[in-house]
């Protein structure tokens, strides 16, 4: 039997049965209306005859009385008063195909008012004797300040699922003037959950001004999931459904070109991103950070999106060759590890932390630098290829030794288990599984080896027996979900398909989906930040810069599979707002206040182009865990993917949109990828310094001709909708 509080209670019995409703709807299928209790306004979508969901709306100890209700086709205001102030509660019902229950609800105080509680706004209650009786199964709540999401499914009575989404952008002017934070704030225990209002402490809310204290968006389905991979789908179909909806922030452009410049001058001159051993220079991890040995991965990360540069810059970076010199150095030729740390240098290791010794290694660091390797050897590097052959045989040991199933740490050389579980109960590193896929299929693809086909296949399958909640990093979890796509491909093989869709899943269940505009993070975008791991209090530059070229990977694969219009659509919004956002990691373009004065690693220059690592809730000070040079590739790896060269052309053209399909011939075309139903901006930025004319920007099958505006710096602009072709005429 589920527990409820007294409030839930008192409310159940209140709202059993076919109380008298105040107004009535259709939504869709199903039947909502508007009823009072004793201390609350509730609207209640029934689902069944037995089943249906209170939403309450409005909380008074004291009764609030309904003073005027105004109804039209699409939206119902209903006003409210009681002695401790006045509400509003305004829902509106959008005319489209999903039903999809939106409203929002302000409050002026009567008197300076403080709120010590606030119980939760979602009841499930079954129509019977026993309405708490329902069954039920929340498969993704909010954690942190990641987005505020419910979504469930009912078990008993079977009455479908629905997922909730709580606006947190909304109420900006409650968690400011109340220092209060979102942090979980959505959540509770079956069948009383949904979203709280935090406690005030010490800051009353004043009686000057009406305040929104709730701006809720729920989508229903008839259907309940019955495994994971149907809750994935269903999860990435009704978050699109939602997403259309939301009031999604303006982004702007950013000039990429001279940021990159800045970044690699600082990359290269400044002192403290480099360490010298051995008679060589190797990137250290965070700027100034002399404490800790030289790391393969950090060598990698940098390399990669700098190999990607100067590939479209069509111009060599010199740093390429001191990055390449030094990687064969982490090589133990005896026994075929690549180690993470520089075996030359182990002594620097003080054991302070359990992967801090030089034979203990955290498993997705092993997989995570092969990875890389593996993508420079398949362009023709034959030294990368050379030493990720050299270092493959130890990690297939690995892999067959703990059956696909990693722990997080490890002995390298006797495989003993250092620490089994990421949390009690929560099992290893999931993800790393699908990590190891792609490096087989990486390797598979390279030699020609069917072993290679056939350990990335026990791998993935593998990965069935973890349920819904399979990650544990987040760019490995987003190289996992391309990786199950390609071997879909491969062997059309639906379970792979469907493992696609759970790794994707999880990432979008990972992600802010609102802004905040409280304390410091009023300088910094937040809304659909991907954050590094499952509990992870900030958001990351490094996961979040690996996540977005995974996602660019994912869609260039995806044209033989039968990817859902819902994760096209997300994963172009997630592409679209990181290049807005991922700026702002750059501490020159944040205010010294919002740095943190203490810093775990190495130290934070508020004036070098070198992105920190960590972004926190807008109380708190970022940049804690340091200033991350692995980080630094992070303008690298936007410019060749979104900035588009013409050939022989005096123009450059960015759009914030993943694109595919170019053609480069007197007509310059390109698919823009995503959805019609969303925009992006296109800009063509003039290379001469000289205003751009004779230009002609025509889209989609109907050829329509795209009107332009022309920005203060002599480039023309353009607002054009995914899923579409663009073609870009000069006269000559």
């Not at 990641?146 to 979504?151: A, V, W």
């Not at 270092?391 to 892999?399: C, D, N, Q, T, W």
């Not at 199933?405 to 999931?430: C, H, M, S, Y």
Request: proline content about 6%; aromatic content about 12%.
């Amino acid at each position: 039997m589920a527990g409820v509080t007294l409030w839930a209670a008192t409310a159940m019995k209140q709202l059993t049965g076919h109380n008298s409703a105040v107004f009535s709807r259709q939504l869709g299928q199903y039947e909502l209306c508007g009823s009072s209790g004793e201390d609350s306004f509730w609207i209640t979508v029934s689902l069944n005859t037995n089943i249906k969901i209170a939403f309450r709306t409005v909380y008074s100890p004291d009764g609030p009385v309904i003073s005027n209700i105004a109804e039209n086709d699409d939206s119902i205001v209903c006003m409210l008063t009681s002695l401790t102030g006045t509400f509003e509660v305004e829902i509106k019902l959008p005319a489209k195909e999903k039903p999809v229950l939106h409203y929002t609800v302000r409050f002026q105080a009567a008197v300076p008012t403080a709120i010590p509680f606030w119980p939760k706004d979602l009841l499930i209650i079954e129509e019977s004797s026993s309405p708490h009786d329902s069954e039920g199964e929340v498969y993704i709540s909010q954690t942190g300040i990641r987005s505020g999401l419910i979504y469930a499914g009912i078990k008993k009575p079977e009455s479908g699922s629905f997922l909730y989404l709580q606006n947190f952008s909304a109420l900006d002017d409650y968690f400011q003037t109340t220092t209060t934070s979102v942090g979980d704030t959505v959540g509770g225990m079956w069948p009383e959950i949904g979203f709280s209002l935090p406690p005030t402490k010490d800051k009353l809310l004043p009686p000057d001004r009406m305040f929104t204290i709730a701006d809720t968006f729920v989508v229903f389905d008839p259907v309940r999931p019955n495994d994971q991979f149907a809750i994935a789908r269903q999860f990435i179909d009704r978050l699109a459904d939602l997403y259309i909806h939301l009031p999604v922030p303006d982004t702007t452009y950013h000039d990429y070109p001279d940021i990159l410049n800045r970044s690699l001058k600082d990359l290269e001159d400044n002192k403290g991103c480099w360490s010298y051993h051995n008679g060589k220079s190797f990137l250290n991890a965070y700027v100034s950070d002399y404490a800790n040995p030289p790391e393969v991965m950090v060598q990698l990360a940098v390399l990669l999106p700098l190999l990607d540069y100067s590939s479209w810059q069509g111009k060599h970076v010199p740093l390429i060759d001191i990055l390449k010199e030094v990687l064969p150095d982490f090589l133990d030729e005896e026994t075929g590890i690549l180690h993470r740390w520089l075996p030359a240098r182990a002594d620097m290791l003080d054991g302070s932390e359990p992967h801090k010794q030089a034979n203990v290694m955290d498993s997705w660091y092993l997989y995570h630098p092969l990875l890389n390797l593996s993508r420079m050897a398949l362009r023709g590097d034959k030294d990368a290829k050379t030493l990720f052959l050299k270092s493959l045989e130890f990690p297939i040991k690995v892999a067959r030794h703990f059956n696909y199933r990693w722990p997080v740490f490890f002995d390298l050389n006797t495989l003993e288990v250092i620490k089994e579980e990421t949390a009690p109960g929560q099992g290893g590193e999931k993800d790393v599984a699908g990590m190891y896929a792609h490096v087989m299929l990486q390797a598979w693809e390279l030699t020609g080896d069917k072993r290679y086909l056939s350990e990335a296949e026990q791998a993935a399958q593998s990965l069935t027996a973890y349920g819904f909640n399979i990650m544990y990093q987040a760019n490995n979890t987003a190289f996992s979900a391309g990786a199950m796509l390609r071997l879909y491909n491969i062997t059309k093989n639906e379970l792979y398909l469907d493992l696609a869709f759970v790794f994707l899943a999880n990432l979008f269940a990972n992600v802010a989906l609102w802004q905040c505009s409280y304390g410091y993070l009023k300088h910094f975008p937040l809304f659909f930040a991907l954050f590094p791991l499952t509990n992870a209090p900030y958001t990351a530059v490094y996961e979040e810069q690996e996540c977005f070229a995974a996602f660019h990977d994912f869609l260039q694969h995806a044209n033989d599979a039968p990817l859902a219009r819902s994760a096209a659509m997300l994963m172009a919004e997630f592409i679209r707002h990181f290049i807005y956002r991922a700026v702002y990691y750059y501490p020159p373009l944040l205010p010294e206040a919002m740095l943190s004065e203490e810093v775990k690693t190495g130290e934070v220059d508020p004036k070098l182009w070198v992105a920190l690592e960590d972004i926190h809730d807008g109380w708190e000070k970022s940049g804690l865990v340091g200033q991350e040079v692995y980080g630094a590739g992070l303008a690298f790896g936007i410019l060749p993917r979104h900035y588009l060269k013409v050939p022989d052309g005096d123009f450059l053209v960015f759009i914030d949109y993943p694109t595919a399909e170019h053609c480069m011939g007197n007509r310059f075309r390109f698919k823009v990828l995503g959805v019609k139903a969303l925009s992006c901006r296109l800009r063509i930025l003039s290379l001469s310094g000289k205003p751009l004319s004779g230009l002609t920007v025509i889209a989609g099958e109907d050829k329509q001709t795209i009107e332009g505006k022309m920005t203060t710096e002599g480039h023309l602009e353009y607002t054009i909708h995914g899923d579409q072709i663009i073609e870009i005429n000069k006269q000559q």
